[in-house]
């Protein structure tokens, strides 16, 4: 999906075309911003130490740098934007800053939401308004992108700048932090000891209180962005001043004799009804169309890559959203021997594979001889850090008494336990049916496919064509 841009001697809505200097292509900017909701908790535990769990705090802190770098980029692509662009600097500053803090807002929410309903996570540690300040972070990012971006066509002044904030950080190191480390400062804080008069402990660490200060380094980081911003703004002016400095050609006038004619052999293609070309499309600047058949591929490769990250994705968040686990307390055996159960209600039972093993073919039998077959799980959910713990499906118990449950695998053992307590949306979608995860996998390339299906057209520019009068 792409704003497209209006052909030439037509003018559209300002509001339209300032959004569509921002954002070209709304559609990639939400699937990146899905991707990123979605990858950041795996992209953390595979950083960490086998049975690390994840932390609200945490969490929220790194979507706060991916809604920084990620309005860094757009405002550093919108500030790019070619000289003939009749937006002038200050209306590209503010579109830069209003939209990162919006885009910002809506990303942080949605990650807030992501991790409180669907993959509840532990609050280990007060959260202390980073989200205010990861706001801050992404406007401060918004502001020094579109300056960087409008330095970018003079390396010069651009090179001078990173030398600038290079000698600053090496500079003041020792003071506080340069610009780069205030980054770490502003979101984390600088902490100050403070000892608690007439404490007396034998734990020394009750007798200390911290606190976080923030300001010093939110000061250095709106200094770094005020200089960016002055130096590409005398950039940008110098540039208007030499444009106003040199002679414009007029527009050829346009008679009543000449409407309707016949175009020459040189001319392009007629303008269609509603002031665009007829092969516009979707892709302005007359860029060729992208194939469908390469529309067809993507779509196709995202429902292979859905299929494969699905199980991974809600088997981490199986694991970090759970918040008793009780497998200390099951009952253990070799594979291919059973394990005698006695529940006192129906319920339910889950069954571990200890270690590595492969653990198949699990059932449960009542004295009577009713069988349960093990119900799989739809995603990889392991536990434990020395001792891996992989749950591998639950047993759905319909009655009390006793049971017997046996599983089939290689040369190992397995667990039969209560099974765990998994809050949020990912406590239920992981014992869905099995169709339930491949209709979540194969989603998004449905999606694509059906936008190839209809060829991505849009309506036409909804502009007005604009003449002037005949000198």
């Known amino acids: ?58 969490v929220i802190l790194a979507s706060v740098v991916v809604a920084a770098a990620g309005a860094f980029v757009l405002a550093a692509r919108y500030g790019a934007r070619p000289p003939a662009d009749p937006a002038r600097f200050p209306v590209r500053l503010a579109v830069a800053v209003a939209g990162s803090a919006l885009l910002a807002a809506a990303y942080l929410g949605a990650a807030w939401l992501l991790h ?89 660490a009750e007798c200390v209180t911290w606190t976080h200060r923030y300001w010093p380094a939110g000061l250095t980081l709106a200094a770094t962005v005020a200089v960016a911003v002055l130096a590409a703004a005398v950039v940008a002016a110098r540039g208007r001043a030499d444009e106003r400095a040199e002679p414009s050609a007029e527009p050829t006038p346009v008679g009543r004799d000449q409407v309707g ?118 995603g990889t959910v392991s536990y434990g850090d020395s001792i891996s713990y992989r749950w591998v499906g639950t047993l759905r118990l319909p009655e009390p008494g006793r049971w017997t449950v046996r599983c089939a695998g290689e040369s190992g053992e397995y667990l039969v336990a209560d099974p765990p307590r998994v809050s949020g949306l990912v406590g239920r979608l992981v014992e869905a049916p099995r169709p339930v995860g491949w209709l979540l996998g194969v989603l998004p390339g449905l999606l694509l496919a059906a936008h190839a299906a209809v060829g991505g057209r849009w309506p036409a520019w909804p502009a007005r064509a604009v003449s002037r009068p005949a000198r």
């Open 1 to 58: 999906m792409r704003l497209r841009r209006p052909p030439a001697g037509v003018t559209g809505r300002r509001p339209l075309v300032v959004i569509r200097g921002l954002l070209p292509y709304p559609g990639r900017v939400l699937v990146a911003a899905i991707v990123a909701l979605l990858f950041t908790l795996p992209a953390l535990d595979a950083t960490r130490y086998a049975g690390w769990r994840a932390d609200l705090r945490t």
């Open 116 to 204: 409180r309903l669907v993959v509840p996570l532990a609050v280990d540690g007060p959260v202390d308004g980073l989200p205010a300040r990861g706001l801050v972070s992404a406007v401060l990012a918004g502001a020094f992108g579109v300056a960087v971006g409008v330095l970018w066509r003079h390396p010069a002044v651009l090179a001078a700048l990173a030398v600038l904030l290079v000698a600053a950080e090496l500079t003041l190191a020792g003071a506080g932090g340069g610009p780069v480390s205030a980054v770490r400062f502003w979101l984390l804080g600088v902490g100050h000891r403070h000892d608690v008069p007439g404490c007396v402990s034998v734990v020394p």
């Open 261 to 378: 004619a016949a175009p020459g052999p040189d001319a392009g293609p007629a303008p269609a009804v509603g002031g665009s070309t007829p092969d516009a499309g979707s892709v302005p600047d007359g860029a060729p169309p992208r194939p469908r058949a390469v529309r067809w591929a993507l779509a196709a490769g995202l429902v292979v890559v859905g299929l494969a990250a699905t199980p991974a994705l809600i088997g981490t968040g199986v694991r970090h959203a759970t918040g008793d686990l009780a497998v200390g307390v099951g009952r253990t055996a070799p594979t291919g021997s059973p394990v005698e159960v006695s529940v006192a209600t129906p319920g339910r039972l889950a069954v571990f594979a200890v270690g590595l093993v492969a653990v198949r073919d699990c059932h449960a039998e009542s004295p009577d001889g009713t069988r349960v077959d093990l119900a799989p799980l739809l």
